[in-house]
C-alpha cells in the first residue's frame, strides 16, 4: 500500500455534525409545537421519544413509531466498483436503505410493520437499466420480508437539476407498532450497573461513505485496493447492513428486560449516551474492527478519538439491560447468527462515554442530537 495520506476527520470530508446538529434540535423545537394535532384522534405523543431514532404516540391500546431514513452516499460507491466487479450491487444497497430505516424504528422497541421507498433520480433514465432496477427491487422486498415487514409502495420522483443525472437518492420511511405497551424503550429505566452489550457491525454499514470515498479516492488502485485480507476496497464497502429487527423480538420473546437500545450509525460510539440521563457509559471490552473499518482509519490516518466517535468499529447495535442478563443476550444473539459481547457497563457520573482500552473519552456536549 502506497503511504499514508494526510490525516482526514469526517468534517472534512463533508459531514460536520457540529454544523448540522443545531439544524436538527431547531426541527426538533419546532415539530413538538405540533403535538396537539394528535388530539384530533384521541391519541397523544410521548415527548421523551422526540430525540430518538423514532417518533412514538399513545394509541390507546398500542404505541405506534414512525422513522424516515435515508442511504447517503454508498450508491456512489456502487456505481463506481460496477465496472469493475460487473455487478450493480443495487441488491445490496435496498438492505443497507431498509436496515437504516427498520434499525432506528427498533430502538424504541417497536416492531416494524409498514416500510415505504422513496427513490429520488436525476433523471428517468436511471431506471432504463433494467438490471439495476431490477436488483433494487428484489433487495427491498427481500429486506422488508428479513425484517418482518410488509412493502408498503412508494415514491419515485424525477429531480432534475438537483441530483444529477446517473445517480439515484435512496430513502424511505416505516411505520411501527409496539404492543404490549412494556416492551416501550425510551431509556427512562436506565440504571446504574447496567451492562453495554455490543453487536456486532457487519463493516461500514451505510455510515462514513464520504470519509470512505475520500480515502479511495486519493488510492492508487482506488476501490480495487486490497484491504489486507483479499477483499478490494469497494466490495468490502458494499457489505450490506445487518437487520437487527429480528434480534429485538428475540430479546423480548426471552423475557430479557431492554432498557435502551441504540443504533450505532452516525456519530458512532458517541451514540451510546444517546439517552437523555446523567449518566456515564464505560467500555470495557472491544469488539473485533472489520478489515474495512481498519484500512479505512490506517489509509485515511484517522487517530482512534476520530474513528470511534463517527464509525460502528465492529459495533452496529447496542442493548443496555440489567447485568445478569448479559450473558442470555449474548446467547440470544449468537442463536440468529450475529456475535455479541458484554462490553461495558453504565456508571454514576457526568454523560459521556469512556473507551477504556483505548483511553478514549467523549463529553457529553459531543453530542447534540437533542432539543
Known amino acids: 500500500m502506497s503511504d499514508p495520506q494526510p490525516p482526514l ?23 413538538a409545537g405540533t403535538a396537539a394535532q394528535l388530539e384530533r384522534w384521541g391519541h397523544r405523543e410521548l415527548a421523551a421519544s422526540r430525540g430518538e431514532s423514532a417518533f412514538v404516540w399513545d394509541e390507546g391500546p398500542r404505541y405506534r413509531a414512525m422513522v424516515m431514513e435515508g442511504l447517503g452516499t454508498k450508491s456512489l460507491v456502487a456505481d463506481a466498483v460496477r465496472p469493475l466487479s460487473g455487478r450493480s450491487h443495487y441488491d445490496a444497497l435496498a438492505q443497507d436503505t431498509v436496515a437504516m430505516i427498520v434499525n432506528d424504528i427498533i430502538v424504541v422497541g417497536a416492531a416494524p410493520q409498514v416500510v415505504t421507498a422513496y427513490w429520488a433520480i436525476g433523471d428517468s433514465t436511471w431506471f432504463a437499466d433494467r438490471e439495476r432496477a431490477a436488483d433494487l427491487v428484489t433487495g427491498w422486498a427481500g429486506a422488508c420480508e428479513a ?18 443525472p446517473g445517480t439515484i437518492d435512496l430513502a424511505g420511511a416505516c411505520v411501527g407498532v409496539i404492543e404490549p405497551k412494556e416492551r416501550l424503550v425510551l431509556g ?17 454499514h451505510a455510515n462514513g461513505l464520504s470519509l470512505a470515498r475520500r480515502v479511495a479516492a486519493g488510492l492508487p488502485a482506488g476501490y480495487a485496493t486490497d484491504i489486507g485480507d483479499g477483499t478490494a476496497l469497494g466490495e468490502a464497502l458494499l457489505r450490506p447492513t445487518h437487520l437487527y429487527p429480528r434480534l429485538v423480538a428475540a430479546l423480548f420473546d426471552a423475557g430479557l428486560d ?25 467500555l470495557h471490552t472491544l469488539p473485533p474492527v472489520p478489515p474495512v473499518l481498519s484500512f479505512l482509519a490506517r489509509a485515511g490516518g484517522l487517530s482512534p478519538q476520530e474513528a470511534y466517535g463517527n464509525l460502528n468499529m465492529g459495533a452496529g447495535f447496542a442493548v443496555f439491560l ?48 437533542r432539543g
Open 188 to 204: 427512562d429505566r436506565l440504571a446504574v450497573g447496567d451492562a453495554i452489550v455490543l453487536v456486532e457491525s457487519s463493516g461500514i
Open 258 to 282: 431492554l432498557r435502551y437500545l441504540v443504533n450505532i450509525t452516525g456519530h458512532g460510539w458517541r451514540k451510546l449516551m444517546r439517552a437523555p440521563r446523567d449518566l456515564s457509559y464505560r
Open 322 to 369: 440489567p447485568p445478569e442478563q448479559a450473558a442470555r443476550a449474548v446467547a440470544v444473539a449468537a442463536a440468529l447468527g450475529l456475535a455479541a459481547w458484554d462490553a461495558g457497563v453504565v456508571e454514576a457520573g457526568p454523560p459521556g462515554v469512556a473507551i477504556e482500552p483505548l483511553g478514549l473519552h467523549y463529553a457529553g456536549d459531543s453530542l447534540g442530537v
Open 147 to 164: 425484517a418482518g415487514a410488509t412493502w408498503g409502495g412508494g415514491e419515485t420522483p424525477a429531480l432534475s437539476g438537483i441530483i444529477q
Open 9 to 31: 476527520t469526517y468534517a472534512a470530508a463533508g459531514v460536520d455534525y457540529s454544523a448540522i446538529d443545531p439544524a436538527k434540535v431547531l426541527a426538533q423545537r419546532a415539530a
